[in-house]
Structures are given as structure tokens and as C-alpha cells.
């Protein structure tokens, strides 16, 4: 009787671990890598279908393992050519990149012109024209 005692709370401990993980937001790590190869097939596959550039998916969706989004596009890419589909334009832009920790923003340029010059009360920075003297 008195080993269930001792048993008893640490049956429930363990019991408790994945409803502790989860409330702490620890992730499993094999469900995670699971998680990231089932998200880049869909990704490579969706670039695919929108006719992206498979260097363009990569770039777009860093984050992502490249062997994934390769073979979805890959599958993709030979579902179409068999069926004959043919490729849809996105209508949105890629989306932008998650900002990275610890990263810093880049400042916008100044307003200027269309060659990208700065401009002065509408009228163009006078040195700009000058050339460079030692």
C-alpha cells in the first residue's frame, strides 16, 4: 500500500509533461521537423503552381528547409506538365520576410526624384553636378 503512495504522484507527473510543454510552448523537436517538411512541400508546391522561380521560393521562404520546398515544387511541376495545367499569376506580392531577431531597420531613403537623387525644394542638390576634387 504504501509503494502506490510513492508510485501515485509520479505517475501523475509524467502523465502532466506534455500539458506542461505545452503551456510553456516547448516543442517536440521531431514534430516540429515533421511540421517544417510537410510546410515547405506545400510551399514549394504553391510556388510552383504560381509560376515562381524555385530560387525565388527559396529566397521568399528562408526560414524553411530547401529539400522540401524543392521536392513539392518539384511534385508539382510534374503534376502540371501531366495534366497540362498551366501556371496562375499571383495576385498579391510575396509576402514579407519575418523580421530576425536582433536585426536593425534600415532607414528610408530621402525623397527624391526618379534617378534617386535627393532633392532641395524641388530643385537638385547643387554638389551632386561637381566633380569630385582632391
Known amino acids: 500500500m504504501r509503494s502506490w503512495l510513492i508510485v501515485l504522484p509520479f505517475s501523475l507527473l509524467v502523465a502532466a509533461c ?10 517536440d523537436p521531431k514534430a516540429k ?11 514549394g508546391g504553391a510556388c510552383r503552381h504560381s509560376g515562381r522561380a524555385i530560387e ?6 528562408h526560414w524553411l528547409p530547401k529539400a522540401p520546398i ?6 508539382m511541376d510534374t503534376y502540371m506538365r501531366t495534366n497540362k ?3 496562375v499569376e499571383p ?3 510575396p509576402p514579407p ?3 530576425q531577431p536582433g536585426a536593425k531597420k534600415r532607414k528610408a531613403a530621402p525623397a527624391g526624384d526618379a534617378a534617386g537623387e535627393a532633392t532641395n525644394g524641388g530643385k537638385p542638390d547643387a554638389t551632386a553636378d561637381k566633380p569630385a576634387t582632391k
Do not use: N, R
Not at 524543392?70 to 511534385?75: A, S, V, Y
Open 56 to 61: 525565388d521560393c527559396y529566397s521568399i521562404y
Open 85 to 87: 495545367i498551366e501556371s
Open 18 to 27: 506534455d500539458f506542461i510543454q505545452q503551456e510553456m510552448g516547448i516543442e
Open 33 to 43: 521537423s515533421e511540421m517544417l517538411v510537410a510546410e515547405g512541400k506545400a510551399v
Open 70 to 75: 524543392f521536392e513539392g515544387w518539384q511534385e
Open 97 to 99: 520576410p519575418p523580421s
Open 91 to 93: 495576385q498579391l506580392p
